[in-house]
């Protein structure tokens, strides 16, 4: 079996994902009841994927 990966940038068309990832990792306990959706855009929780795909990294 072969795997092939295959790496590209971040496109604009890729944010509703990565919101829809970050949405689901915040711990939510069971029989609390869900958080709403728009809790994403709060400062605090918004500063993981404001600037995601525009920074880089330089490995030394």
Do not use: C, S, W
């Not at 809790?39 to 990294?57: C, H, L, Q, S, V």
């Amino acid at each position: 079996m072969t795997n092939n990966v295959v790496h590209r940038f971040f496109r604009q068309e890729d944010f509703p994902i990565l919101e829809d990832l970050l949405y689901e990792t915040i711990f939510q306990p069971e029989g609390a009841g869900r958080l709403p959706r728009d809790i994403i855009k709060n400062p605090e929780i918004e500063a993981y994927i404001r600037d995601f795909g525009k920074k880089t990294n330089t490995i030394m």
